[in-house]
Each structure stands twice: as C-alpha cells, then as structure tokens.
C-alpha cells in the first residue's frame, strides 16, 4: 500500500481511526459502481461525519497532492466514483438525514446521502412532491443526483434536478466553506455557482447541504401501455403528443427486446405482448382531477389512432400501475443481467427522435452490433445499450468505440448531445470533442483550475486525455 | 474625444460607417437606461450586424484595452447597459430577428433584440406560450432577460427566463464564437455554461443566438383583486395559498401607494378602493379547463377567509383583465414621475414577507425615508421603492445607502439575497459583500477572468469596487 503514512495518520486524526479503511475489501467495494464492470479502487476510503472533516481532508489532499474521489450510493452509469488515480475514496454515507422539511416555504434541506425514494416518501408524507425520480430513485442518493443533474421519468413535465436545486452548502476543493446561493426561487444576484455546481459530476467541490424547491402533491394520474407496431412510429408519436397541446408526466419508450427481457428477468411481471409487436409508450399523465385525467388520456388516444398500434392496457389499480413502473425501472438491471453491455445517454429534442433511432441501428449494422434502446422519449433522452452478446472481444474493444463515436456524431449533428442525465464521468470523456470546440473545452477545463488548481477533485472525469 | 483614432478606424471598417457614432446625441442617448437618473454615455456607439462583427470588434477592444458594453433595450432597473468606464457601447439593436419556431420540438430560436411581447405573441399565434412576462415586457427585449435573469408576474407557477433557456450562442471576449450547450431538454455534458452565461449580466460574453422552450398555450385563465385591511396579512396570504396545494399563475402584491399613484397617473384605469385598505393581492389562475379554474378560485377565497379583506374584485373580460395588468404593470412608472426614488429588488422565501416588509418599514423610520413595495410575492420577491420626497438630497446621498444596506442584511438574514430578477449591475454591486464571503466574491471575480483576462467586457458592474 503505497499511500502515504503521515497523510493516512493526519486522516485518522481528522475522522477518527474506525472511519478510514484501508484493507481489501472496502477499498474494491468502493472501488466500483453500476458502469460497466469497471473496478477501481481508492488507495483509502474515508467516511467524514461533516463538511468541517471534510474541509480538513480536502486541506490534507491539496497538502499532498491526493486525488480525492467523492463516493455517493455508487449507482452512477457514467463512472464518476471512481477512484481512477486511486488516492482517498470519499464516502459521503454519514451525511444522511433530511435537516429540514419547510412546509410554509415549499423547501427541503437536505445532506447529500439520502436516498432519492426515501426523501420523496418524506415530502409526501406533508403532502409535498419532489417529482424528479430516477429510475434508481429506489437506492441512489439526492447528492449524486445534484452531481450528474439526474432526471428521471417525471422529467418530461417538471424538468430535472436542476430545475429543483435552490441553494447548496459546497466544501471547495481548498478546504472553504460556502453557500452556493440563497434559499429564494429567484435570483440575480452574481453569477450562478449553484447552477454551475449542479452536474459538475464531483469535479468543483463536495456538495454537503441542498435545498431543494417542492411543489404540492398532486393525486391522481392515468397510466397507459401502447404497443406499436412500428418502433419508428412510436417515436413520431411522441412529438405528436406534445403538439396537441398536451404534458404528459412520462412518457416512456421502450423497445421490443426491452419488454421481453425485463419480463424475463421478473416473472412476477405479467404483460401479453404480441409477436408483431416492436415497441412501447408508456404514458402518464397527472393532476389533481380525475375527469380532466380521463379527458386528456382520451386526446392522447385521439392523436394515438393515426398510428399503427395495438390494444392500449389503461392501469387501473395502484398495483397495476406499479407493476408497469416496475417494468419499466427495471430494463437496465435485466439488460445487464443479459449481456456485458455498454450503456449511451442520447439526447436529442424530441422531433428527432425516429432519425435517432434509425441512425443507431445503421450504425449497430455497419459494425457489427446490436443495441436495445429506451428511455425518457419526451425528453428526447433514449438509453442506447449496446451487447455484446456473441461479438468477439476484439470486435468489442476497437469496433463498438468507433461505432459510439458515429452514434454521437450523429446526435450532435441531431442538435442533440451526448449525456441528457447520467453524466460524463470516466466513459464518455473522449467523445466530449464532438459536443464541443477546444476552446469551449479549455473554458470549462480553466473553469475547473479555478476552483481546484492542483487538481486533486476527482480527476480523471469529464475532460478528454488529450485536450 | 479620447477614443483612439485608429481604434476608431478598424471600427469603421468592421461595421461600416453609418454604425459607428461618436456625436454627443447619440451617445446620451446610448449612456442611460432605466436606473433611476444615471447617464453614462459610451465613447462611441457601434451597431454590429452579427456575431462575427461582434467578433471582430471585441479581438480589438482586447488589443486596444478599450471597456466595452453591450446595450440592449436600455430597460435595466440595475445599470448593466451603463458605459462607466466609456470606450464602445455596443448596441445589440440589429440582431433583432426571430430566427425560427420549431412546432414540432416546441422552441424558438431568436436574435437577442426581439421585444419580450413581441416574441411572445409570435408563439402565441401557433398555439405555444413563452410564460416569462416582464412588467417591461412591451419595452425590455429578450436577450436583457437573459443577461439579468429575468423574472416577472408568471414565475410563481412557470419560472423565470432561465428555466426556458436551452442553449446561447456567446461571442466570447477573446472573439471566438461557441454555442453554450444543446438544443435539448435535458443536458448532462460538462459544465453548464448556459446557465452561467444567464444572469451574467453581459460580462462574461456577448449572447448572439437564443434557443428557448416553449409550452402548449394555455386557453384560461381568472383573475381577481383583493384589497386587505392590514399589509402584514395581505403578506400572510401568499404563503397560506400555496400551503393549500394551489399554484397560482400570478400572486402580485401592492401596498396602498402604488395603487394610488398609478390610478393617479393611468386615469384610464378605474378601480374603487376603500380608504381602510392597506394593501392589494392580484391572484391569477391559469389552464385549459374553466371550470377547474372557478373552483381553484373559490378555494382561494376560502383561504382568504381567515383574513380581514374588502370584496373581492373579479376580472369579468378580456379587457378587465387587461385594465389590471395595465394598472401593475405601470406600478414603477408611476412612482418614477411622482418622485425621485432608488428601487431594490429583494427577494426572500415566501414565508418571510410579512417579516421583510414590517422590517424595511422600520428601517425605513430609523433612517427617515419612506418606501412603496409591490411585486412578485409569490415568488417571495418584493421591490421597494425608497423614495426622495422631501428628503434633503444630504441624506438621500448619506442616510439612504446606510438604510438599504440595513434592508438587505434583513434580507439575507431571512435566507434571501439582494436581487431576485433585476440583477446587480452598478447600483448595487457595493452591497455584494452581505450576500457573499470574500472567498465567494473571488471565486466569481476568477471566473470573470478566465472568460475576459483584460476586463474589458462590461466593467463595472457586478463586483463592489473594493474586494
């Protein structure tokens, strides 16, 4: 173990001997999180109580020189937790609670390690709503989400973390303290840092405090399961459903393979599907007046008819419609458990889709893949994965990047670009140079030397290895 | 006139002669905008016809080290399009096209010096909605909301002009050319330059091309008056609506005297108001479904109940909605022509009014001056108008920035912060320091200078003169 013995005592010393780990097993436990397969561990994974500890070891890591990886519920796609340069592992698990619910004002604040499905059963509970719900919302944490600006199915009409984040409490790479913000729903006062902050992916300073904006709970919706028969025309669908003037709360496009291998993968899920069959819309609409509710889900079927589809399944019960969200939350995990896979986060505005989509599939042709796609089609956010399966790994290793780069090509020229919620991270770093100018990438790259000149804040991430 | 000869020539030659002005006309007419009676006139007024021009035009401010401000409409409440430090103002008057609608992804790309109404009711006629209304809508144009931020009577329910701002094409101080982001909906890829870029007030970059989110319009919408005995409980209201679940569109607040002097200065408009009544709520509800609308109404009275308020005053027509929007929206010009006045744009949680009115009152007391509030109160967001009267203009220049340096340290001790949609500019850039640390205030000065190392884009403004 080569980290250095006097850095590891001043560590001890900051959180206390039982809160640094430096044996096998936790550093590989920390060492990984849901991207890919890939493993690498920190030198030493450290779980401070607090931002004053975490203000001590960040002062110790530019002292040092340690690269210094922040380490959330390890659910990230893109790779951002891990330790690339090994270094101190960050955990952020001891900063958990939800500090405030602030019924008069509409607000939560809360520590980063709180896991996004529990802070939204909290709020609930006062009859609030935070509508942003990741398809992990069942394990990843509200700081993570703030660090990749995660969306979610709800993102089609109520935006994004971004769209939620008031104010946070950050520990800079320099050991200071500060308030990104104010606790206001409005602000022209200096340049936005909270903005900023949001999806920097780890990589500007350690988020220890957000406040997030909460709407009222609304308390009905309607769910509906639509069979196409064409895949292409479930994706026309989805711009054509806007331009009548309707919002859903999700809409959601799944491929056929999607449907068959979740089904698969959870038995106790059932949904008939016919064989000619080759894609799903699952569509939701919300609000707080069930005839309204039926009214508009009657206009979706209106626009519905000028497309080839099957019998539509309305979900009449909560069980039901869980049993559909379930499905639908649970494609990723079935996927992985089918193939090694790697995971694209297209996104493109949502017109564009059905070019997307057949793009993709020209591309998975010419060099030699297969892909399984789905996603949040409002927000023109489609999930490529892209299997393995059969192919050699030779073919794997230098046929599908090249294949990757084309399919971002394509969604940049698409007005698109490369990540819509899960990040760049560790994987998709070297395609940045297609989404952006060396200028503009040397402008984000100064950005970052401004907030951590000696680059000790999870590096590795986002930016090219050659610039 | 100092403006250097030669540098003068290149201008020539970039624009063309009939664009570059250095008669004193002009360039009065150039050196104000809205902010109170300050009038700094530029060395000379260039009007460039597009990004390149504008390229070339900040590659010789650089050379020359000559400060540079771009001007908009000149509606600024803050003093960002004032030439503090002389050189070239750049009018932004000739990129005034709307570039393109785009139904099928519901965007619109546009020039920045479109009119804010003007752009609205262009959407409006292919069934979109662009909800960010300005008061100065009719007069402001888009790319000054940009730049500051803006907010206006609809953010309460559908936010402010960043939540609609997908992607910027900035000329960068250097000269080069970038689009900030995506034209998508979500976006994980990088940092978030856009959203640095809005709010920047003009000082990070010059906005070139604008891509916006649109909504389905909506077809509804009630709108109602209600005058309170007391202030502090037309304050307690706000809140209290929305902790019943509803969302207004609109939640305008106006103590008695802006009332008074804008039915004084507008005597079109007719409203009856009794002499007990302290202070007025203009609440709003919009959507596609009227009848939802009556019974949100009426669930608004309900709550209205528990407070001692006149009748209330329905919106019958179109054009009784319109006499009440006319009769906010002049609120500022009324007080402006009634007296000399400073305004402050604070904005604290919505909860926290009653405490920041009754506060500014007494400040105002303590330090003999009056003040007349109204604004955004469902967004928390009041402006005062501190006004001269018969105060002797020694203590207007002595008393009052003590008093307002009181008003905002209230402000930001109730969690909020010193503007909420006008932006900092020159007026009140000398109170950053009780918003932010100095840490803080460096790390944004850092930022300005990654983007523009000779600060010649807008100085002036933003950052207190001593850091």
Same mark, same amino acid.
């Given at each position: 173990?080569?980290?250095?013995p ?10 206390g001997?039982q ?7 936790t *550093? ?14 920190p030198s ?8 004053f ?5 960040? %002062? ?17 796609l ?15 698990e001891r900063l958990?609670?939800i500090?405030?619910i ?12 709180v ?9 609930? +509970? ?17 700081g993570?989400? @703030?660090?990749?600006n995660?969306?979610? =199915? ?11 984040v008031?104010?946070l409490? @950050? @520990? ?6 500060i ?23 780890? #990589? ?7 406040v ?27 711009? =054509? ?9 999700a ?6 393979d ?13 949904v ?7 894609a799903?819309?699952l ?8 005839d ?5 889900? +009657?206009k979706?079927? #209106? @626009?519905?008819?000028?497309? +080839?589809?099957?019998?539509?399944l309305? =979900? ?34 949502r ?5 997307l ?26 999930h ?20 990757? *780069? ?16 899960h ?14 100018t060396k ?5 984000? +790259?100064?950005? %970052? ?15 090219p290895?050659?610039?």
């Amino acid at each position: 173990m080569q980290f250095n013995p006097e850095a590891l005592q001043k560590l001890i010393r900051i959180v206390g001997e039982q809160f640094v780990f430096t044996d096998d097993e936790t *550093r590989n436990h920390y060492g990984h999180d849901e991207t890919e397969d890939y493993v690498f561990p920190p030198s030493v994974v450290v779980k401070p109580a607090n931002a004053f500890e975490i203000s001590e070891i960040l %002062k110790l890591a530019n002292d040092y020189k340690i690269p210094t990886t922040p380490i959330g519920a390890r659910t990230g796609l893109s790779g951002g937790a891990l330790s690339i340069y090994k270094g101190i592992g960050l955990s952020m698990e001891r900063l958990n609670k939800i500090i405030e619910i602030d019924e008069n004002n509409l607000q939560i604040t809360t520590e980063p390690a709180v896991i996004t499905q529990v802070l939204r059963e909290a709020v609930a +509970e006062k009859g609030l709503f935070y509508p942003v719900d990741p398809s992990s919302q069942g394990s990843c944490w509200i700081g993570g989400n @703030v660090a990749e600006n995660s969306g979610g =199915a709800r993102a089609v009409k109520y935006g994004v973390t971004k769209d939620y984040v008031l104010n946070l409490e @950050v @520990v800079l790479p320099n050991g200071e303290i500060i308030w990104t913000g104010a606790n206001t729903l409005k602000n022209s006062t200096g340049y936005n840092l909270t903005q900023l902050m949001v999806g920097s992916e780890g #990589t500007l300073g350690i988020i220890t405090k957000i406040v997030l904006k909460l709407l009222p709970q609304n308390s009905h919706s309607v769910l509906m399961l639509v069979p196409f028969y064409k895949a292409s025309q479930a994706c026309e669908a989805v711009s =054509a459903i806007f331009r009548d003037g309707i919002v859903p709360s999700a809409l959601e496009f799944m491929e056929r393979d999607a449907i068959d291998w979740t089904l698969k993968y959870h038995d106790d899920i059932s949904v008939k599907v016919k064989d000619e069959v080759q894609a799903h819309l699952l569509i939701e609409v919300d609000g707080n007046y069930p005839d309204i509710l039926f009214s508009e889900a +009657e206009k979706i079927m #209106t @626009v519905l008819e000028q497309f +080839e589809i099957d019998e539509v399944l309305f =979900a009449d019960t909560e069980d039901e419609k869980n049993a559909l969200w379930k499905m639908r939350r649970s494609v990723a995990e079935a996927v992985k458990s089918n193939s090694i896979y790697k995971e694209e986060d297209t996104v493109v505005p949502r017109y564009e889709l059905p070019k997307l989509l057949e793009g993709i599939k020209s591309i998975g042709n010419k060099y030699g893949f297969k892909s399984v796609c789905y996603g949040h089609a409002g927000d023109g956010n489609l999930h490529v994965n892209i299997i393995k399966s059969d192919m050699s790994d030779d073919n794997w290793l230098t046929q599908v990047p090249l294949g990757i *780069r084309e399919i971002f090509e394509l969604t940049v020229g698409l007005k698109g670009t490369l990540s819509g919620e899960h990040g760049i991270g560790f994987v998709q770093k070297n395609y940045m140079d297609i989404a952006f100018t060396k200028t503009h990438l040397e402008l984000m +790259e100064s950005i %970052k030397r401004v907030f951590d000149p000696n680059n000790i804040l999870n590096p590795g991430k986002i930016f090219p290895d050659e610039l």
